[in-house]
């Protein structure tokens, strides 16, 4: 079955500006959960969606943010962008997290270069 | 707070040597991850071990999970090139994954 999906795989933007990336998971599966890795910090938990409904967030300012539709795909905002939000962000799917030895799976990323 | 300590932090070895990485933490986990991440591309999964002292094997990766879940380790037995990439292991608790600091390891050829 297809991987997790997500758009656009690489993107520039300018300082202030905001940005939409889009994550499509596994068929089936219904947790999305996203992350922002860069060298310095390594994979850090930005939010993740059950059903709709955020479920729990990681410790990152307001200007990130994301939603879940009915069909379980994801989007994550980031407004007001600045230098330091240049990153890889990783979405990721699974049934559910909270199953006891459940898995998550990870699409390619999406690399934003802020400028 | 980095729940899981990865080590070492970076290993280059040549082609034939084995190796092993650790995954450390003062928490238990219901699961754990082994993880493989390329430049530019997303981790990809190696592994889910969900027993204590459980031990998987995957070719030439061995993994092995602690008998108190707190822990795991992954040995790599005659490392090729093509297992050259950053390491990651990830403990499952609640909603929430936790990831390690990862083990970039270089293959030399």
């Known amino acids: 079955k297809a991987g997790v999906t997500q758009t656009p795989r690489y993107l520039i933007k300018t300082r202030g500006q905001q940005v939409t990336l889009s994550c499509s998971p596994i068929s089936g599966h219904r947790s999305v959960s996203w992350y922002q890795q860069t060298p310095g910090q390594g994979l850090q938990f930005l939010f993740e969606?059950?059903?709709?409904?955020?479920?729990n967030k990681g410790n990152f300012p307001g200007r990130f943010s994301g939603r879940q539709f009915s069909n379980s795909r994801s989007e994550m905002n980031v407004s007001t962008l600045e230098l330091g939000d240049s990153a890889l962000y990783l979405c990721a799917s699974s049934s559910d997290l909270r199953s006891s030895g459940n898995t998550i799976y990870f699409g390619e990323g999406s690399w934003l270069t802020v400028v | 707070t980095q729940l899981l300590e990865q080590s070492p932090q970076f290993l280059s070895i040549q082609e034939g040597e084995n190796l092993t990485v650790y995954c450390n933490s003062s928490s238990v986990f219901s699961s754990l991850q082994w993880y493989r991440q390329e430049p530019g591309e997303g981790p990809v999964l190696l592994v889910t071990?969900?027993?204590?002292?459980e031990v998987k094997k995957l070719k030439r990766l061995t993994f092995q999970f602690g008998d108190a879940r707190k822990d795991s380790s992954l040995h790599i037995t005659a490392a090729q090139p093509g297992d050259t990439g950053l390491y990651l292991c990830a403990g499952g608790s609640g909603n929430q994954f936790y990831f390690g600091t990862g083990t970039s390891l270089t293959v030399i050829p």
């Open positions: 969606y059950f059903s709709e409904t955020q479920r």
């Open positions: 071990v969900v027993t204590g002292g």
